[in-house]
């Protein structure tokens, strides 16, 4: 009985015990549950936190400082970091949807794919958090964030709207560091719209609001910047100096002094810059910024008119600080110096093509590589014209001097003592009048349009342009120049409307066929000419074809017709011209080809085409007049001269070839793997002698 009477509490507790087992059971995994999830968080906070600093930090170190707008390049060590930091809040968000931290990964994610610049993924995480928690603590946050990824997207409209909502919050409930950043969002906006005031009020106010001394002086300075481009140099000085009592860095005062320093050149006040760059090379902190100091002393003393002192300083610059930024730009204010106040151009391009390898990375060096283009394509067009300007010169003064008097270097056996040497008049040039016109008409245009599109300069466009309409008014460049005078006057208040209408009218009227009368006559509101079909062309273009085709002596049957039966159409220099390019270069005759050349550069000496054959032209009348010379000495065995019948028939092309000669030079090198016709700008080099057809 007692047994049982112990038993019988005994039996009691036994349904009550499992429960119990239970409970601290569950207890427990509840425990470890939360506590996994907590440590997961933190553990991906702690990991994003380190990230930020890392990455933040290397922001600051950037010229321009710390920059929200401006993607970072982010080393592997931050990287790894953030994709870490995906992996775990992407957990917290599948596990634990309805968290009361939810929100907080979600920012983490936004802002790690925002460093990394993913900025699709980033919008779409920023929204999800603004949507999802339209009253949480982190949504005006998330806000300025996704301002920052739309700007990088280049979605200007949509960055600049959700930038006033977040101002608008942030002034509502004074938060001023949101106010500062969204400033700086529609400053930046501002800025590259060209809207300088506009720029200018946002940076000073995001200066005042700055969450930090470094980002108050960042804000400052753009906003003294904007003064500048507005050429407001005193008040642009006095922010600078604001700029510099509000930093709490050398690097930070150094910026703002030195932005002071320029605005004071700017004013004309150099005496006080110079003593300033004195007074900032002079301490030992700014030893980092001395090549800059350097280089802003040589642009003051250029401002001063003192240019054989700025180029002395620029040349000590760049010898001092080699393969830097600050030699780059060294470079480049010389060659400005030479181009724009100098007008020595080729000094200019020496200076622009050094400040253009100089250090790859630096702001300037695609502007240097493009002014060193232009001036290389400026100096060759001069070239030319000056060497076709001699040339025609030569060719008219051979024209108009007396005969030439036989020379000698004896003296005269009839007038003993008598010295009859006199100067010869010089050789008259080879080249043909017309062609030296047309190369001259040909280049003063490029260098015309080089003025007037690339470089910008419309009075030196005019000037090169009206040349060509005086000198060579009927040549191809015509309609080019009078419809671009027509688009200078266009952009010159002082001209009138008829005046450039009238020269619409000149282009229509004489040159109608032309690409420019086409839009001329648009903007005339004159209808449409009707295209007439072209028999030539069509001609033209069968030939084309049965060249293509394998045929080649029928394509030379099609172009022989069309110079023939169209000698007026624009189809039939180049007719001719591809006639003798087959005969050339596909069936291997050399007196037709000649003789095709000859026809085109009669009738149409200023075509491109025949421009092109002229020097092959020339060698072969060199060589005939070697073959036809006669021996130049009695004492010498006379070796007779190979025969050369009237036109240089097959058995002389024959016998030239077999002494290694070429009667017609660079046979075959216009053309490809293909069998097209060449166009007349084709470059044309001779073949290796063992090439063949």
Not at 145 to 164: E, G, K, Q, S
Request: net charge neutral.
């Amino acid at each position: 009985m007692a047994l049982r009477s112990r038993s019988v509490p005994y039996l009691r507790l036994i349904p009550v015990f499992p429960l119990l087992l239970s409970f601290i059971f569950a207890s427990c995994a509840v425990t470890d549950f939360v506590g996994a999830y907590f440590n997961t968080y933190y553990n991906a906070r702690q990991v994003f936190d380190d990230a930020e600093i890392e990455i933040l930090t290397q922001m600051d170190a950037r010229p321009g400082g710390r920059n929200y707008l401006v993607p970072t390049a982010i080393g592997p060590g931050p990287k790894g970091k953030l994709t870490s930091v995906i992996e775990k809040c992407s957990k917290l968000l599948q596990y634990h949807p309805a968290s009361s931290l939810v929100d907080d990964a979600l920012m983490m994610i936004g802002k790690t794919y925002y460093y990394m610049d993913e900025n699709q993924q980033a919008e779409r995480k920023f929204l999800e958090l603004i949507e999802g928690y339209p009253n949480g603590g982190l949504k005006i946050e998330g806000e300025i964030y996704l301002a920052y990824v739309r700007y990088r997207m280049n979605d200007h409209a949509a960055a600049r709207t959700t930038a006033r909502q977040v101002l608008e919050e942030a002034e509502k409930e004074g938060e001023s560091w949101l106010i500062a950043r969204a400033c700086t969002v529609l400053g930046q906006i501002a800025l590259e719209e060209l809207d300088y005031n506009a720029a200018r009020v946002f940076y000073e106010r995001a200066g005042e609001n700055g969450e930090s001394a470094t980002a108050r002086v960042a804000s400052f300075i753009a906003a003294a910047e904007m003064y500048g481009k507005l050429e407001k140099y005193r008040e642009a000085e006095v922010t600078y100096v604001r700029a510099e009592k509000e930093s709490n860095s050398y690097t930070g005062e150094y910026r703002g002094r030195i932005g002071a320093i320029r605005m004071l050149a700017k004013q004309g006040e150099f005496e006080r810059a110079l003593r300033g760059l004195e007074d900032l090379r002079s301490k030992s902190n700014n030893r980092e910024f001395f090549g800059e100091i350097d280089l802003e002393t040589g642009h003051v003393e250029r401002d001063m008119g003192e240019f054989g002192s700025a180029l002395a300083q620029y040349a000590m610059v760049d010898t001092t600080y080699p393969r830097t930024e600050t030699a780059a730009k060294s470079y480049f204010a010389r060659g400005e110096l030479f181009e724009n106040v100098l007008f020595r151009y080729d000094s200019a391009r020496v200076a622009y093509s050094k400040a253009r390898s100089e250090f790859g990375q630096a702001a300037i060096t695609p502007t240097a590589a493009f002014r060193a283009d232009y001036l290389t394509r400026y100096l060759q067009y001069t070239g030319e014209i000056a060497k076709y300007d001699s040339l025609r010169t030569a060719i008219l003064t051979a024209d108009i001097l007396p005969p030439p008097v036989t020379k000698s270097d004896t003296l005269s056996p009839a007038r003993p003592g008598v010295d009859t040497v006199r100067a010869a008049r010089p050789a008259r040039p080879t080249i043909p009048l017309d062609t030296v016109d047309a190369h001259l008409a040909l280049n003063e245009s490029e260098l015309a349009g080089l003025f007037y599109a690339t470089i910008g300069r419309p009075d030196s466009a005019e000037k090169w342009y009206r040349r060509v309409l005086v000198d060579y008014p009927a040549s191809p460049s015509a309609p080019r120049a009078l419809f671009t005078l027509a688009q200078i006057y266009s952009r010159d208040t002082t001209s009138s409307r008829p005046m450039r209408d009238s020269l619409y009218h000149v282009i229509v009227e004489k040159f109608p066929d032309s690409e420019f009368a086409v839009e001329c006559r648009r903007l005339l509101g004159l209808p449409p000419l009707k295209k007439v079909t072209d028999v030539a062309e069509d001609s033209y273009t069968r030939g084309e074809k049965l060249m293509l085709a394998g045929s080649p002596e029928a394509a030379v049957d099609t172009f022989r017709q069309i110079a023939r039966r169209y000698p007026s159409s624009p189809y039939s220099s180049r007719a001719l011209f591809a006639a003798g390019w087959i005969y050339e270069n596909k069936l291997d005759n050399a007196d037709s080809a000649i003789a095709h050349y000859e026809r085109l550069t009669a009738q149409y000496p200023a075509s491109p085409y025949a421009i092109q054959v002229r020097p092959k032209l020339g060698e072969v009348a060199l060589l005939r007049k070697s073959l036809s010379a006669p021996p130049r000495t009695a004492d010498t065995a006379a070796v007779p001269a190979p025969r050369v019948p009237g036109a240089l028939d097959g058995e002389g092309v024959r016998a030239h070839k077999d002494a290694g000669e070429r009667m017609l030079p660079g046979r075959g090198a216009a053309t490809d793997s293909t069998n097209a016709l060449p166009r007349p700008d084709a470059r044309v080099k001779p073949k290796k002698p063992e090439e063949k057809e």
